[in-house]
């Protein structure tokens, strides 16, 4: 009589496994940590450092777009090892040790040497860690993972504006104190990577190809909805422009922190719904939705007079998050290859995050030398663009592939 075998079945939290949920959590205090300082730092440049906003625009630029570079070698690299949890927890250290540096900061060149290294971290650890998200996952589940992993990931960017706006009050309007104590829910996102995030050891092939870094693995529907998300990065400049718009219609600096949360708690709330409607009606469809309340969105800024209409406005914003972040990442696992899945990732991410090197230099440049106006009407254009370019890439890939 044969043995009975019982397989033991990985615990459930939340209706994911445990690495979903890890990674949910991790990103929710390193989104605590860094929305407590984020829409600090543009008021921080230019009312205490003083600051223009162009070179408000180089800062966000450069951090965010040489930064990102990572994200490709971040993903071949962790496909080449066989590796995500050590890279995910080395991209989330660095981006914790960025807080002393800005806390001490006293010219804006140290505010981008801060915001740098802190994108330099998220440049390490994001296609490592969306590549354990989909490892951990079904692929029926995919979409509401990632909606699941949003939504935790934006509810820290809740908490971080609230703590700010409560230690703001506390501390005399000390923006160096926030900084520091920023330290402490980044601390917490390591550890919980270190002891509680788990990876199956891959089995070595003697004969097997090592995944190479080259666009050969990606077949036209990789590369064209790259290009398609390349072009709407360029009009969707740094959040730090909708802060300063934000305060130049007439909402006060103590306010801001919640403007912002009002912005991350709507993001939140409809991160998980959007995951759940984008796995029943198509995620195409969530994408091109998302595209064209984005061009809405930015209209609406650069008409905006009053402070209730921007509020509004950060609402909708956050719903247009919710309903693009985690769709559009979940979408890329249906068009590319099982073996590649990180270095997808990192390009995407990659291209994505050049943009906005020239897409915070243009909006800089057009608040400056045109208008505040001008930097959300070009915004809206290339939303625009991309809706339509989106629509011809859909009447193609169902005519081909369905």
């Known amino acids: ?12 939290f939340f209706g994911f496994g445990k690495n979903v949920t890890i990674a949910g959590l991790v990103s929710f205090f390193m989104d605590v940590s860094s929305e407590m300082i984020y829409p600090l730092v543009p008021l921080f440049l230019a009312n205490v450092i003083g600051v223009n906003k162009s070179v408000i625009g180089l800062i966000e630029g450069i951090a965010e777009s040489t930064a990102s570079l990572l994200k490709v070698f971040s993903g071949y690299f962790s ?10 927890a080395a991209g989330y250290c660095i981006s914790t040790l960025s807080r002393p540096v800005i806390a001490l900061a006293t010219t804006w060149h140290r505010v981008m040497g801060s915001r740098f290294i802190d994108r330099f971290g998220k440049g390490v650890r994001t296609a490592p860690r969306d590549a354990i998200i989909v490892e951990s996952t079904d692929k029926a589940y995919i979409g509401r993972a990632f909606g699941f992993h949003r939504s935790l990931d934006t509810l820290g960017a809740v908490v971080g504006p609230g703590l700010a706006f409560f230690l703001l009050g506390a501390f005399s309007n000390d923006y160096r104190m926030v900084f520091w104590l920023s330290m402490i829910p980044g601390v917490i996102a390591v550890l919980l990577i270190v ?26 529907r990789f590369r064209f909805f790259v290009v398609i998300a390349g072009i709407f990065a360029l009009g969707n400049s740094s959040d730090v422009f909708l802060i300063l718009r934000a305060q130049q219609v007439g909402i006060s600096a103590v306010m801001i922190p919640i403007v912002y949360l009002v912005f991350n708690l709507v993001y939140s709330f409809s991160a998980i719904p959007a995951g759940l409607a984008a796995d029943k009606f198509g995620k195409k469809r969530m994408i091109f939705l998302g595209f064209i309340l984005f061009a809405l969105l930015y209209w609406g800024f650069a008409r905006a007079s009053e402070p209730k209409t921007i509020w509004v406005l950060f609402g ?9 972040e985690g769709i559009q990442k979940a979408f890329l696992t249906t068009i590319i290859p099982r073996d590649f899945k990180a270095t997808a990732f990192g390009m995407f991410n990659t291209v994505v995050g050049i943009a906005t090197l020239p897409a915070s230099l243009i909006a800089g440049w057009l608040w400056d030398s045109v208008s505040p106006s001008a930097t959300f009407y070009f915004g809206s254009i290339t939303a625009a663009l991309s809706a339509v370019l989106f629509i011809g890439f859909v009447y193609v890939f169902e005519h081909q592939f369905t």
């Open 1 to 12: 009589m044969k043995p009975v075998i019982i397989k033991k079945t990985e615990k459930k």
């Open 79 to 88: 496909d080449r090892i066989g590796n995500r949890k050590w890279l995910m």
């Open 195 to 220: 002891f509680f995030i788990s990876e199956k050891k891959k089995p070595t092939m003697l004969h097997a190809e090592k995944p190479k870094l080259s666009l050969k693995h990606f077949d036209w």
């Open 316 to 324: 909708l914003y956050g719903l247009f998050m919710g309903l693009t």
